[in-house]
């Protein structure tokens, strides 16, 4: 046990801790700390706004989709996601979680599912607020790229365009949609990726440098970010026998 000191935060008592072992993650701008004691939140006993501050607070930071898709009367629709991930590459697949809106599906669910094609768009901070207004409940009929004056790009695999300002977008086609419970999770397969020229290091070994895209990542509560610069390595170890 290394020296540390303690504060209330309200009801809980936060103790830090930094013994001599510590010291490379102190030098990481990491600071090691335990609490006192723990809640729980019993799922089963809490509605859904509960769940999601939950899960949404905890769970952080998550990549942002900006998925572009075409509506039915041809135009654009934009729309941030931010339950999503990667979730394997043979072949390569991502995952969206889409809810409803209070009184509809969402445009993009609707569009996903009549047209099997989408292009997630990954966020720089230059666009953070673009993205967030195009999170707005605009009618279906409404295009956010005309509404908001965003410029797009043909895409190569699929027919909905790329958002101009990102640096990179994935081209995916629909492999499914699931329904578990109110959720409505969408797998997309990816069948190609555009990436500013700048982000890619070494083209023949398809090695990018992730911090040089500036993309932003969502935090808890209506309205957190955080940037994805404050990169660190920690090297991988091979098992050398005991
Ligand atoms: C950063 C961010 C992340 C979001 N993530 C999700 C999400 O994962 N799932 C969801 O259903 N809505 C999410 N939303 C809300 C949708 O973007 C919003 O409901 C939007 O109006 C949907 O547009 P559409 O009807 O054109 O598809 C998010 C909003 C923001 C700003």
Redesign the pocket.
């Known amino acids: 046990m290394g020296t540390g000191w303690s504060i209330f935060f309200g009801r809980y008592l936060i103790t830090f801790v930094a013994g001599e072992s510590d010291h490379r993650v102190a030098r990481q701008g990491g600071t090691r700390f335990q609490y006192g004691s723990m809640m729980q939140f019993d799922f089963k006993s809490l509605d859904a706004t509960s769940r999601y501050k939950l899960i949404t607070g905890l769970v952080v930071p998550?990549p942002?989709?900006w998925?572009t898709?075409i509506n039915v009367n041809g135009s654009i629709?934009?729309?941030?996601?931010?339950?999503?991930n990667a979730i394997g590459t043979d072949p390569a697949l991502i995952v969206?979680?889409?809810?409803?809106?209070p009184d509809?599906?969402?445009?993009?669910?609707?569009?996903i599912q009549r047209e099997k094609e989408f292009v997630v768009n990954l966020?720089p901070e230059a666009l953070a607020q673009a993205?967030?207004d195009?999170?707005?409940?605009?009618p279906?009929h409404v295009s956010?790229i005309d509404a908001l004056g965003l410029a797009t790009s043909s895409s190569q695999w699929v027919k909905p365009p790329r958002l101009d300002g990102c640096p990179s977008s994935l081209e995916c086609r629909l492999e499914r949609v699931l329904m578990i419970g109110e959720n409505?999770i969408v797998f997309g397969e990816v069948l190609g990726v555009h990436v500013l020229d700048e982000v890619v290091l070494d083209v023949s070994k398809c090695q990018v440098a992730s911090e040089r895209m500036q993309l932003i990542g969502?935090m808890g509560g209506l309205?957190g970010?955080t940037r994805t610069t404050d990169v660190f390595q920690i090297p991988r170890k091979k098992y050398m026998g005991s």
């Not at 509809?104 to 569009?111: E, I, L, M, Q, S």
């Not at 195009?134 to 605009?138: F, L, N, P, R």
Request: aromatic share 12%; proline share 5%; no cysteine.
């Open positions: 998550r942002i989709a998925i898709t629709n934009a729309a941030p996601f931010s339950f999503f969206l979680g889409i809810g409803d809106h509809r599906p969402k445009d993009t669910a609707v569009n966020v993205m967030s195009s999170a707005t409940d605009y279906a956010e409505r969502r309205g970010y």
